[in-house]
C-alpha cells in the first residue's frame, strides 16, 4: 500500500449473484490501488453472521440505517424499480455512494464524461465520450455505450448491451443480455429491453419491447 493511502470501509447492498461479483470487483480495484477495506453485505433476505464468500452479511436495511461510522455503499441489485425502493428508504447520513470501475474499463476524457453517484461499470466496459450517466446505474460486463449518450438513473444493462451514439435511455429502463440500441434513437423510463433485442425506433415509456427489430408487447 502506497503511504498515505486512505483506505475507506465499503459494504455491498444486495448479497445474491451480482453482490457477488461486485465484491469481486472491489477486490481486483484494490489489486491495483487498494482504496476499499470490505466490512461485508447487508441483506433482509439472509440472517445476520450469514458468510457470502467469506464476508458477513452485516444484516438488513435497518442495520444499515443505524450504521454508527461512515460507510460507503453500493446496492447489488439488478431490478431498477427494487433499486430505487430500497434506495429511497436509506436514511442514514453517514452513507456514501461511490462510483465503482473495473480497472478494465476504457474511458473518455473525464472532462467530457458525467456519471453520478453509486454508479457501477463492470469489467470490459467502454465508455467514449460526451456521456451522462445518471445515479445508481449497473453496467454490467463487456457493454458499450457511444458518443453523446444519456442515460437516466437507476437503469441496468445486462452484460454485452451495446448502446450506439446519441441513444437517450429514461429511468429505471433494464435491457437484458447483449440488448442493442441504434443510433439517435430514444428508449422510455421504465421501460424493459428484451434479451437481444435491437432497438431500430424509439420505444415508449413504460413499454416491454423484445425481438430483431424489436417490437413493443405490451405497458409493463
Partial sequence: MSIGME????????????????????????????????EGFFDDGLPQGTQVNGWPVLGGLEALNGWATSLAVVFALGMPAVKRAVIR???????????LVHPTVIRGNPAHLS???GTILCA????????????????????????????????????????????????????????????????GAHTKI???????????DQATAVGVPARVLLPR
Fill in 124 to 187: 470490459g466496459v467502454i465508455v467514449t465520450t460526451n456521456i451522462a450517466i445518471g445515479r445508481h446505474v449497473i453496467v454490467n460486463l463487456a457493454c458499450t455505450i457511444g458518443h453523446q449518450v444519456v442515460i437516466g438513473d437507476y437503469c441496468a444493462f445486462m452484460p454485452g448491451c451495446n448502446v450506439s451514439g446519441e441513444v437517450t435511455v429514461g429511468e429505471g429502463s433494464f435491457w437484458g443480455t447483449g440488448a442493442k440500441a441504434i443510433n439517435g434513437k430514444r428508449i
Fill in 89 to 99: 428508504k436509506v436514511r442514514n447520513p453517514r452513507l456514501s455512494f461511490p462510483v
Fill in 7 to 38: 483506505v475507506n470501509p465499503i459494504a455491498v447492498f444486495g448479497a445474491g449473484g451480482f453482490g457477488m461479483e461486485v465484491a469481486m470487483l472491489i477486490e481486483q480495484i484494490n489489486a491495483v490501488a487498494p482504496i476499499w477495506r470490505m
Fill in 194 to 204: 428484451g434479451a437481444g433485442a435491437v432497438a431500430i425506433t424509439d420505444i415508449p
Fill in 115 to 117: 456519471i453520478g453517484e
